[in-house]
């Protein structure tokens, strides 16, 4: 077995849980109480936010311990913007933000606040001088992530600090991904993480507040972490926490090299051992151990399963994948593939004999999805155009055992007759991959040049189709409600 | 060493450390991911769910986890005034809620909405009718605490929880300090519980929301525990706190006679071995573990120092050993005595040894600090009236080495002249209890009939010099701004 969702969550360090023994037994107590054992609690206590504030470069003062890298997230947003509200009311984000950044963003909007959310590019990388660009008089806060935790790009932190203090904008910093690689360089007023993506335990995340910020949490708050997170305090957690991140900073260097190696090797392998696939996320300005890629014609879902039953876990952006409709908003404001989508995060330690397996193991896995789906390899831009036989009619949907595949397909194309016309497939009422899928098969029935009609209602399907024009090289001459219209390449359209 | 500050803190139930081990290694991954490192933390959520919803007697779907029985009152009272936002604005509390109840109101008050606080009587316990009567047709939500965490009083639940079903309105019981004896009986609405006060692991509190009560969670929620906690979940937790709730609840009939005998004599024999000292709360309707008196003449923090020196940890509601300067808001809506108050909440497997102990330590402990504040028992009602030296004058502040204690007045006070007239003492400036130490000396100087006006801008002044005045038989004529006015007994005044 295999964990390569580390980006998710990690198992406990053997620090962390040598800490949170020693302290469930010496750090039950509360802090605040004047006996002997509360007055031993908030020694751990402060031992722990000394050690945790030098791993952020911050004082121990502003360092806040929350229930979660979440809950610090929530309170550092909702604190700066209360406290910010005369300055005014917009929230400036990056498009590619953890869903906990947006859903407080959200909140912001529900209650009259706006939401401004800056692009990326096809990397998932913000523009320095758009940043500069989307702060203003109104702003009242800015927010972005040190590193994504879908695809791995680093984002230009530090100077997109520089920029905001110049604005006189705080800049919260998320964190979550690259804590556990080293502090966040720059003049950032704000800053959150979360232990257990470090080997920390569940139940504790960081909220960094610099002296001189303004910083009012919304909500109930109580005497406790600078009224920042009421209740009673998480010591033994805190404690392992503080503890597992520095013992991991301690390897940081030398395993991220190590870790940086092995996802450079799944990075240049898979396109070549897997066909019709997309590597996503900056190749370099990256985190060491996540690479996520994109395989055509695949459910993510199945493909999870049947790499489960290999013996590995790794997590995936598919909208099939999740309990919503719509995939991932990280890959479709990259505008890049989401059907098929994997995310391979290696945990420390991982073995380079095991990403090699997993190499190994990949090609069989897709395949198997793809024979299940009736899906193969589909014509690239440059290869023989299909027959159109259907051309000017309308296909049935995608189901049914006995259609050819995308690949019969190919194989039987041949000379197509010039300037045949147009094909409608009628995908509605499929979920991803299949009307990719049905519309790979069509564009091998029209001629160089056609026009391929693709109805289909999945949400997925706004990202998927032209994300495989780009891919495969046809022309994708947009969308217009439920149709989408694909011009097979090499023809005059 | 005793630790008798149960009702704060408890260590790690054995039952809770050794699930809390087990589950580090094996419910540490997302249980939302399909992997089976996922699957494995899942089905550890949904049994220690189970269990959780068994021991509050709640279906499992209708059982939320959040970080903390404080985040629990904080999203149970939002979310349920949020959802009944257009039944109305009105929240019901009683005046001795746990204080992040109050906070919560405090919230709701900032938001427009109001807080309706129903008084106690003399033990802390609302009436029912009373309370029937402060539901109506604009209120949304009431809130009352099974029972008391400073003095152990039982709220009559199950008829307040008819009382407002009849009503219409859904009822909060924060259970937080009663779940280890038992569950909740009555058709409550919403419950809480806080899993480190039955020695469950910190980080972990319940939140219950019987199917059918409108309940929408203000803030940023994802699809966590039902949107009521958002972030990743504290599976070990969780399950530590589960286990351990089962655990104590197996030992709950047995301990709990027990631990009532064990109080019982502490209620008993405080009076008798400490003079001028008032033990509060119901004798009868109590937790079985808890116990609160107040000591005349006593500088709660002194005194939990004298007590800890000796072995002992234990709590107090006095001002003067929080970070506050107003005492106690349960002893303030009782009206009773506030300083030199202790609160002893005697943990399961509390010996008997441990009490008696206890009860030859007090008295020495509490005179102890009287002496340092030169302060000895207090001439009672009935006492002969001490000299009235300084009638119609002003006496200085309390500090100074050389003056006479309460004691000394009363040895030396014998017959007064009749109708001596009136003292006042200048006590602005000094806190509690030196301003009452000032007025039991005064008392000592004027004969029966006669007035002290006490001068005291300590806040707690307006508790405990009525209070005082109850205790020792007094009249109590009022205060205006920091003038305080005691008539000493058996005059005609």
């Given at each position: 077995m295999s964990y390569f969702d580390a980006a998710s969550s990690l198992p406990l360090h053997p620090v962390a849980r040598q800490a949170l023994l020693a302290a469930v037994d010496e750090g039950w107590a509360d802090p605040a109480r004047p006996h002997r054992e509360g007055r031993r609690a908030r020694m751990l206590l402060d031992a722990a936010r000394e050690t945790a504030a030098e791993a952020l470069d911050c004082r121990p003062d502003e360092l806040r311990f929350t229930s979660s890298g979440t809950q610090a997230l929530h309170t550092g947003i909702g604190g700066a913007l209360t406290a910010r509200r005369r300055a005014g009311r917009r929230l400036v984000v990056s498009a590619v933000e953890h869903s906990a950044v947006l859903h407080a963003g959200e909140t912001h909007e529900r209650a009259g606040g706006l939401l401004h959310q800056v692009e990326v590019d096809r990397t998932g990388r913000i523009d320095v001088q758009e940043w500069a660009r989307a702060l203003g008089e109104d702003c009242a806060l800015a927010c972005l992530q040190s590193a994504n935790h879908e695809v791995g790009t680093v984002q230009p932190v530090a100077r997109v600090a520089e920029v905001c203090a110049e604005a006189g904008v705080p800049l919260l910093v998320d964190a979550a991904q690259s804590l556990p690689w080293g502090p966040v360089e720059g003049p950032w007023s704000l800053l959150t993480g979360s232990a257990h993506k470090w080997g920390g335990p569940p139940g504790v995340g960081l909220l960094a507040v610099r002296k001189g910020v303004r910083f009012a949490p919304p909500g109930p708050v109580d005497e406790r972490e600078s009224g920042a997170a009421p209740g009673f305090g998480n010591i033994p957690a805190v404690v392992a926490a503080a503890a597992s991140l520095r013992a991991v900073r301690a390897e940081a260097e030398a395993e991220g090299a190590r870790l940086r190696a092995l996802v450079d090797r799944i990075r240049a392998r898979v396109p070549g051992l897997v066909p019709d696939t997309e590597v996503v996320g900056d190749p370099v300005r990256r985190l060491p151990h996540l690479v996520t890629f994109s395989c055509l014609y695949v459910d993510g879902e199945a493909l999870l399963h049947a790499l489960d039953a290999a013996g590995f876990s790794v997590s995936s952006?598919?909208?099939?994948?999740?309990?919503?409709?719509?995939?991932?908003h990280v890959l479709r404001a990259m505008g890049v593939l989401s059907e098929g989508n994997v995310r391979v995060s290696l945990p420390p330690g991982t073995q380079e004999s095991e990403v090699d397996r997993f190499l190994q193991v990949l090609p069989g896995a897709v395949a198997e999805v793809r024979a299940r789906l009736g899906a193969g390899a589909a014509p690239a831009a440059g290869a023989g155009a299909g027959a159109a036989e259907d051309a000017g009619g309308t296909t049935a949907g995608a189901a049914g055992p006995d259609r050819d595949t995308a690949a019969d397909v190919a194989a039987t194309a041949a000379t197509p007759p010039e300037g045949a016309g147009e094909i409608t497939v009628d995908a509605r009422g499929t979920l991803c991959p299949l009307p990719v899928i049905e519309l790979a098969k069509a564009v091998g029935r029209v001629p160089a040049g056609g026009l391929v009609r693709v109805l289909a209602d999945d949400e997925a399907a706004r990202l998927d189709i032209p994300a495989w024009c780009e891919m495969t090289g046809h022309a994708f001459e947009g969308a217009e409600g439920t149709e989408y219209r694909v011009r097979r390449a090499g023809g005059t359209g």
């Amino acid at each position: 077995m295999s964990y390569f969702d580390a980006a998710s969550s990690l198992p406990l360090h053997p620090v962390a849980r040598q800490a949170l023994l020693a302290a469930v037994d010496e750090g039950w107590a509360d802090p605040a109480r004047p006996h002997r054992e509360g007055r031993r609690a908030r020694m751990l206590l402060d031992a722990a936010r000394e050690t945790a504030a030098e791993a952020l470069d911050c004082r121990p003062d502003e360092l806040r311990f929350t229930s979660s890298g979440t809950q610090a997230l929530h309170t550092g947003i909702g604190g700066a913007l209360t406290a910010r509200r005369r300055a005014g009311r917009r929230l400036v984000v990056s498009a590619v933000e953890h869903s906990a950044v947006l859903h407080a963003g959200e909140t912001h909007e529900r209650a009259g606040g706006l939401l401004h959310q800056v692009e990326v590019d096809r990397t998932g990388r913000i523009d320095v001088q758009e940043w500069a660009r989307a702060l203003g008089e109104d702003c009242a806060l800015a927010c972005l992530q040190s590193a994504n935790h879908e695809v791995g790009t680093v984002q230009p932190v530090a100077r997109v600090a520089e920029v905001c203090a110049e604005a006189g904008v705080p800049l919260l910093v998320d964190a979550a991904q690259s804590l556990p690689w080293g502090p966040v360089e720059g003049p950032w007023s704000l800053l959150t993480g979360s232990a257990h993506k470090w080997g920390g335990p569940p139940g504790v995340g960081l909220l960094a507040v610099r002296k001189g910020v303004r910083f009012a949490p919304p909500g109930p708050v109580d005497e406790r972490e600078s009224g920042a997170a009421p209740g009673f305090g998480n010591i033994p957690a805190v404690v392992a926490a503080a503890a597992s991140l520095r013992a991991v900073r301690a390897e940081a260097e030398a395993e991220g090299a190590r870790l940086r190696a092995l996802v450079d090797r799944i990075r240049a392998r898979v396109p070549g051992l897997v066909p019709d696939t997309e590597v996503v996320g900056d190749p370099v300005r990256r985190l060491p151990h996540l690479v996520t890629f994109s395989c055509l014609y695949v459910d993510g879902e199945a493909l999870l399963h049947a790499l489960d039953a290999a013996g590995f876990s790794v997590s995936s952006g598919s909208s099939c994948t999740s309990g919503t409709l719509t995939p991932s908003h990280v890959l479709r404001a990259m505008g890049v593939l989401s059907e098929g989508n994997v995310r391979v995060s290696l945990p420390p330690g991982t073995q380079e004999s095991e990403v090699d397996r997993f190499l190994q193991v990949l090609p069989g896995a897709v395949a198997e999805v793809r024979a299940r789906l009736g899906a193969g390899a589909a014509p690239a831009a440059g290869a023989g155009a299909g027959a159109a036989e259907d051309a000017g009619g309308t296909t049935a949907g995608a189901a049914g055992p006995d259609r050819d595949t995308a690949a019969d397909v190919a194989a039987t194309a041949a000379t197509p007759p010039e300037g045949a016309g147009e094909i409608t497939v009628d995908a509605r009422g499929t979920l991803c991959p299949l009307p990719v899928i049905e519309l790979a098969k069509a564009v091998g029935r029209v001629p160089a040049g056609g026009l391929v009609r693709v109805l289909a209602d999945d949400e997925a399907a706004r990202l998927d189709i032209p994300a495989w024009c780009e891919m495969t090289g046809h022309a994708f001459e947009g969308a217009e409600g439920t149709e989408y219209r694909v011009r097979r390449a090499g023809g005059t359209g």
